[in-house]
């Protein structure tokens, strides 16, 4: 078979035929990915090392990993750090630092903190340092993942500004969704959430969560105040001049304040120590970096002599700010353009990723929290989509034929076995990488074969202990414990699939505490297509407590949910439990009638919500209780 290299080496020669007159049309060659550079190794990613450390906490890391505090200005001790004359940040309450500002009219606040009791801890140490009690003007949301502490910094008057799609972004993320669970336990793995606490798989720095991150009580309050999408705005805030722009990093609802009277500028994710997550590990919507880039013109515009992002250290100076911002931008910037100059070239993704040129001073010892080769991938599929020209991924063998097969053509299970084993064995960079390749195959044809899962959890590990970026050390490490049946969830070992599983259940006082559309939307994604196939209803439902009629209508396989004016020909009335309970498979038979009982008949929750499987407590979350918005990231 002609390799991808082998055609786009021929191009030139293919476009002589081309030639008019005494020009010819012809093709430039593309220079590749080198597999082995001039020692013979194997390419790999420089956020990968052989070199290791172990951290205060027995954790074994990369020099990179255990700096990643620092960098974030990620302080150990719980403290308000004095800024400047009025403006204070308060940090050791993990990876997101909230600002304070002593305004005319009373304080400002800038971001509220993880949780109440988090908000209450900064406003007692806050008070603590200055020496008296403040009274809060106003909060500065820089976007909706660090509003949780809201009730503790509100005082009479206290105004709340945001982005106008905030509270909706907020909701949207939080709300019942069916990929709610998938991401979560996701989120899990990146995060570190069920690692030791010490020892070698100990997460090494601040970009880890624990279990109780679950179970943080919320005083959220969505904004008073607006500000409004894609535009700028200069306001005066409390007394003081204040100017507001998008600043889209991680979430579309983000932006940026700017001080002009104390030259001080306040982000969110934008100048920053590791390279910003253009991809996460864990999944989520396409971080388009134009947008970050185009805003950051903004911020560059301003003369700021300080400088405060929410996840890094104190930037003073012009010159110390200034640089930043550009590192930090100009990073993005090449990591985008080069992307799209090398897929341009005819190169894939993964072809781009191994080529991809960043000189040292924006990339050496800066993947402390993803990694470029991700964000490559990412911007790949985000710009091209998933196909990348090689025509047999249009419709290739189903996974379980073509692992068998090419197991077959390798030699059997047997053969293979013997070469993963024998590559950690050796070890290295490239063996473990390998070893994790083999075993996907073998484990892909019998999830439970003894001496894959051994060579994999090792290889895994490994690996998880020489990279700098903490997604990836999350999920390599997650790996190597699940195998090992050390993933522990209150003491007892879990997978993340089964993770998945509890996370993706709905709590039945959670389903009557939600609007009843959320409700009937989430039925949508429980369809089985094959069982409802030919099937055609329709009926209108009313819930005790909601006045709005809702019309259900299943056609083509799929549900649909709609207002309604008024009662159709064949109507139920529900309490809020009673659908809660048919939204869980719990009560088929509801005493509204058939038609419940008719959609149920088409309905498959097994995949989604195993009726069998018990929810842990850590992860049992109930009423303000809710899982920290840091896993958003």
């Known amino acids: 078979m002609t390799s991808r290299r082998e055609l786009l080496a021929a191009i030139p020669a293919a476009g002589a035929l081309f030639a008019s007159g005494a020009a010819a049309f ?65 940090r050791g309450w993990g990876i997101a630092h909230s600002f304070a500002i002593e305004a005319q009219k009373g304080w400002i606040i800038i971001d509220t903190g993880d949780s109440t009791q988090v908000a209450t801890e900064m406003r007692e140490t806050l008070e603590k340092t200055i020496g008296k ?79 109780d991150k679950f179970l943080l009580v919320s005083s959220y309050q969505p904004p008073t105040k607006l500000f409004l999408d894609g535009k700028i705005a200069e306001l005066v805030i409390g007394g003081e001049p204040v100017q507001v722009a998008p600043c889209r990093t991680d979430v579309t609802d983000s932006v940026a304040f700017y001080f002009p009277e104390r030259r001080l500028m306040v982000t969110n994710f934008l100048v920053i120590d590791t390279i910003f997550n253009i991809y996460t590990l864990r999944g989520g919507a396409f971080r388009n970096p134009e947008l970050l880039i185009g805003d950051a013109r903004w911020v560059e515009s301003k003369n700021a002599e300080i400088l405060l992002d929410i996840h890094g250290p104190t930037l003073r100076g012009r010159d110390v700010v200034v640089e930043a911002l550009e590192r930090s931008v100009d990073s993005i910037q090449l990591i985008h353009d080069q992307t799209l100059r090398l897929v341009a070239s005819g190169l894939g993704p993964r ?39 090689d025509v047999y991924e249009i419709n290739p063998l189903s996974v379980q034929e073509e692992t ?49 899962r051994q060579a994999r959890a090792t290889a895994a590990r490994a690996l998880g202990q ?68 030919g099937q055609r209803l329709i009926f209108s439902l009313a819930a005790e407590g909601d006045d709005q009629i809702w019309l259900v209508t299943l056609r083509n396989s799929v549900l649909v949910i709609s207002p309604s004016a008024s009662r159709g020909a064949s109507h139920i009335d529900v309490t809020r439990s009673e659908l809660a309970d048919f939204v869980l498979g719990k009560a088929a038979s509801l005493a509204g009638g058939g038609a419940l009982a008719e959609l149920d008949r088409v309905l498959d929750r097994s995949r989604l919500m195993p009726a069998t499987t018990p929810t842990p407590a850590v992860l049992d979350v109930e009423g303000d209780l809710k899982y920290n918005d840091g896993l958003e990231h």
């Open 466 to 533: 020489r990279t700098d970026s903490a997604n990836a050390r999350g999920f390599y490490v997650t790996e190597a414990l699940q195998l090992e049946g050390k993933l522990l969830v209150q003491g007892e070992p879990q997978s993340i699939d089964g993770i998945r599983a509890f996370l993706s259940t709905p709590r039945h006082d959670r389903l009557t505490a939600i609007p009843v559309e959320e409700n009937l939307q989430f039925v949508r994604y429980l369809v089985d297509p094959r069982k409802a196939e």
């Open 404 to 452: 068998e097969r090419m197991v077959q053509a390798m030699g059997g299970r047997e053969t293979i076995r013997g070469m993963a084993t024998q590559a950690v064995t050796e070890g290295g960079l490239a063996n473990w990488r390998w070893s994790l390749k083999l075993t996907s195959l073998l484990l892909q044809l019998d999830p439970a074969d003894p001496t894959a």
């Open 26 to 90: 012809t093709v430039p060659t593309v220079a590749h990915a080198q597999q082995a550079g001039p020692s013979g190794q194997s390419w790999h990613s420089a956020s990968l090392t052989t070199e290791t450390v172990t951290g205060p906490n027995g954790a074994v890391t990369t020099p990179t990993a255990l700096s990643v505090n620092e960098r974030l200005g990620a302080s150990e001790s719980k403290h308000a750090e004095r800024v400047a004359t009025g403006v204070y940040a308060l």
């Open 351 to 389: 072809e781009a990723a191994e080529v991809i040129y960043m000189p040292p001073k924006l990339r050496d010892a800066r993947e402390g929290y993803g990694q470029v080769e991700s964000h490559v991938r990412q911007i790949y599929n985000g710009t091209v989509g998933w196909f990348d020209g």
């Open 133 to 211: 009690k403040i009274k809060v003007a106003a909060i500065l949301l820089t976007h909706w993942h660090y509003a949780d502490g809201t009730g503790a910094w509100l005082d009479e008057g206290t105004e709340i500004w945001g982005h106008e799609h905030l509270d909706r972004n907020r909701r949207a993320s939080g709300g019942l969704s069916v990929m709610g669970g998938y991401l979560m336990s996701r989120a899990t793995a990146q995060f570190g959430v069920f690692h030791p606490a010490t020892g070698a798989d100990a997460f090494p720095n601040a970009l880890s969560f624990t279990p």
